[in-house]
């Protein structure tokens, strides 16, 4: 239980730091590059680096915008190339980009994922909050951005 095969060792870092108890995983996969960062105090700046991030998607590659679960943020519609997965979903897409939220990703792995509202209370919530984050941080294998409208959570600053 303390080999990482999905992740990447930088992502493998990076929820290893999520609980004291987790410093001395290993990670299989090369270190990869570090999990980048968008944070905005505007929502259309915020979704116009989501999309930049959307654009930038190479061609053979997915990416997975994981989003808490609950009510889809209808704003997310406004999103170019973008699919937008649900419970009714019966096949995940090959390549390209897509939502979908935290519950249908658990167990699943994407080569980029994107952390969409890791200020929303489902990932900071005290109790199951920490281990929420720990699942979708982990659902990246290559790449990872973390993103916020405001500032992220205090444990992944720095980041």
């Given at each position: 239980m303390?080999?990482?095969?999905r992740?990447?060792?930088?992502i493998t870092?990076l929820f290893s730091q999520l609980?004291?108890d987790l410093?001395d995983?290993?990670?299989?996969?090369?270190a990869g590059?570090?999990?980048?960062?968008?944070?905005?105090t505007?929502?259309?700046?915020?979704?116009t680096?989501?999309?930049?991030?959307?654009?930038q998607?190479p061609?053979?590659?997915?990416?997975?915008?994981?989003t808490?679960a609950?009510?889809f943020?209808?704003?997310?519609t406004g999103?170019?190339?973008?699919?937008?997965?649900?419970?009714?979903?019966?096949?995940?897409?090959?390549t390209g980009?897509?939502?979908l939220?935290l519950?249908?990703?658990?167990g699943?792995?994407?080569?980029?994922v994107?952390l969409?509202?890791l200020t929303?209370?489902y990932?900071t919530?005290?109790?199951?909050g920490?281990?929420?984050l720990?699942?979708a941080?982990?659902?990246a294998?290559?790449?990872?951005?973390?993103?916020?409208?405001?500032?992220l959570p205090?444990e992944?600053n720095?980041?």
């Open positions: 303390r080999t990482s095969y992740s990447s060792g930088a870092t609980f004291t410093t995983v290993h990670a299989v996969q090369p590059k570090r999990p980048t960062t968008i944070c905005a505007d929502f259309n700046d915020y979704l680096q989501i999309q930049a991030q959307i654009d998607l061609t053979d590659q997915t990416l997975a915008i994981i808490p609950g009510d943020d209808e704003r997310l999103l170019k190339n973008v699919h937008h997965l649900s419970t009714e979903t019966t096949n995940l897409p090959e980009a897509f939502t939220p519950t249908l990703a658990k699943l792995e994407f080569d980029n994107l969409y509202d929303n209370n990932y919530e005290p109790t199951v920490h281990n929420r720990y699942t941080i982990s659902r294998t290559h790449q990872l951005t973390l993103s916020a409208l405001g500032k205090v992944l720095g980041q």
